[in-house]
């Protein structure tokens, strides 16, 4: 739902001028979670409010560093597996720390931002090795990752009208 949220916002933001759109997205979850936070409690204020938004803020962010010439540069010239490496440690820790809410966030934002920065770097500004089959499996999962729900929904009416049994 999230990531649905996400798409939207984003697609609304394709409205602006091209160099205010990610801008626009990040004031745009902003605005979300603080129109939210002035709702009475219950399921949409939990969901709309919910600090993960700020994991996609983010992205955003990381996005507009990615685009700076002398990031680029320095990405050029910088090996990018030890980022890849404390960002995935880091990630390990986070899932061991017992935490919620914004503590949640701020264990998890900086080594996935660290590690999401390194992957992207390399896949964007440094040479690619000659593609495998996990390569080809990691351009095809995300397609794989849009349509599941539909496939879910697909088999579980499949299970329903058979009267399979689930277990």
Not at 33 to 54: K, Q, R, V
Not at 77 to 86: D, G, S
Not at 127 to 155: C, E, M, R, W
Request: proline letters at 6%; glycine letters at 8%; hydrophobic letters at 60%.
């Amino acid at each position: 739902n999230y990531m649905m949220l996400f798409y939207a916002l984003f697609a609304t933001t394709l409205l602006l001028p091209a160099r205010f759109q990610v801008v626009g997205a990040i004031v745009g979850l902003s605005a979300i979670m603080a129109l939210a936070s002035l709702l009475p409690e219950g399921s949409a204020a939990a969901f709309y409010a919910d600090p993960i938004l700020t994991e996609f803020a983010a992205g955003c962010v990381l996005g507009i560093l990615l685009r700076q010439p002398s990031v680029i540069a320095w990405i050029k010239r910088t090996p990018m597996w030890p980022m890849a490496v404390l960002g995935g440690a880091g990630l390990i820790f986070a899932m061991l720390a017992d935490a919620d809410g914004w503590l949640e966030v701020a264990y998890y934002i900086f080594p996935a931002s660290l590690l999401l920065f390194a992957s992207v770097g390399v896949d964007l500004y440094r040479t690619q090795t000659k593609p495998d089959v996990l390569s080809n499996l990691g351009l095809i999962s995300y397609g794989i990752y849009l349509i599941h729900p539909f496939a879910i929904l697909l088999v579980g009416m499949i299970v329903v009208k058979l009267n399979l049994p689930t277990q």
